[in-house]
């Protein structure tokens, strides 16, 4: 028995108020998507009602400031502009580390500046992070500044971290940790200073086993010097 093909229109046909519920649901992405598929889409996707919720769901401590502008300029050119503003601010962020990496290393007090220089910016959130920071585009280095900040500065749970890294892709590269261990005054001696390497994936890094090496990077060279990088056999995975 054929089945009957779908009335023609079916999904332009839908009551303002449903097509509404459905966009308001959506992620950026999904609702751009969307927007393209038809003319009444569009003008559903485009809506205030729309843009106002991403915006407060990304950035809920800028949303107050922003609502009267969103009088004027709409929600969604409120939260376009604010995008680009993140991007600029984040991109001075890696534009920094790249000019700092020594021959693929990062010294430690480079690498603390990046993470004081985000927590600097007033409206930077998870969702920031992922879009600019655990990008496939950047280095592992990069990816690893995006992974400590959430973690140690927006307290997102390591879990959902992880979940960020593999969704994006990038929770598999590695990164080369370098340890210089100031040897200890005992007894009017002073011991051996001590070298470690631990070679560690960022997806690692967000369960026990990495504990003690994030616990390194987050209280930074105040008893060990450290150097990050980039683990050359995994920089294209």
């Given at each position: 028995?054929?089945?009957?093909?779908?009335?023609?229109?079916?999904?332009?046909?839908?009551?303002?108020?449903?097509?509404?519920?459905?966009?308001?649901?959506?992620?950026?992405?999904?609702?751009?998507?969307?927007g393209g598929c038809s003319r009444?889409?569009?003008?559903?996707?485009?809506?205030?009602?729309?843009?106002?919720?991403?915006?407060?769901?990304?950035?809920?401590?800028?949303?107050?400031?922003?609502?009267?502008?969103?009088?004027?300029?709409?929600?969604?050119?409120?939260?376009?502009?604010?995008?680009?503003?993140?991007?600029?601010?984040?991109?001075?962020?890696?534009?920094?580390?790249?000019?700092?990496?020594?021959?693929?290393?990062?010294?430690?007090?480079?690498?603390?500046?990046?993470?004081?220089?985000?927590?600097?910016?007033?409206?930077?959130?998870?969702?920031?992070?992922?879009?600019?920071?655990?990008?496939?585009?950047?280095?592992?280095?990069?990816?690893?500044?995006?992974?400590?900040?959430?973690?140690?500065?927006?307290?997102?749970?390591?879990?959902?971290?992880?979940?960020?890294?593999?969704?994006?892709?990038?929770?598999?590269?590695?990164?080369?940790?370098?340890?210089?261990?100031?040897?200890?005054?005992?007894?009017?001696?002073?011991?051996?200073?001590?070298?470690?390497?631990?070679?560690?994936?960022?997806?690692?890094?967000?369960?026990?086993?990495?504990?003690?090496?994030l616990a390194i990077l987050n209280?930074?060279?105040?008893?060990?010097?450290?150097?990050?990088?980039?683990?050359?056999?995994?920089?294209?995975?």
């Open positions: 028995m054929e089945l009957s093909p779908a009335p023609a229109g079916r999904w332009a046909d839908l009551p303002e108020d449903i097509a509404l519920a459905v966009a308001s649901r959506l992620q950026e992405a999904d609702v751009c998507a969307l009444s889409w569009r003008a559903t996707c485009d809506a205030d009602y729309v843009w106002e919720r991403l915006f407060r769901c990304r950035w809920p401590a800028a949303a107050a400031e922003a609502a009267p502008a969103s009088r004027v300029q709409g929600w969604k050119a409120l939260y376009i502009n604010q995008h680009r503003r993140m991007d600029v601010a984040i991109s001075n962020v890696v534009e920094f580390v790249g000019s700092s990496l020594n021959n693929g290393w990062l010294e430690s007090e480079c690498y603390l500046k990046a993470i004081a220089d985000l927590a600097l910016m007033d409206d930077i959130g998870f969702l920031d992070v992922k879009f600019f920071l655990f990008s496939r585009n950047h280095s592992a280095i990069i990816n690893l500044i995006g992974l400590h900040y959430s973690i140690a500065s927006l307290h997102v749970l390591p879990a959902e971290v992880s979940k960020a890294l593999q969704a994006r892709q990038v929770a598999g590269r590695r990164v080369c940790v370098n340890l210089l261990k100031l040897g200890r005054w005992f007894y009017g001696f002073r011991l051996p200073d001590e070298h470690v390497s631990r070679k560690i994936s960022l997806s690692e890094l967000t369960v026990a086993e990495g504990a003690e090496i209280r930074g060279a105040v008893h060990e010097v450290f150097r990050l990088q980039i683990s050359l056999a995994d920089i294209d995975k």
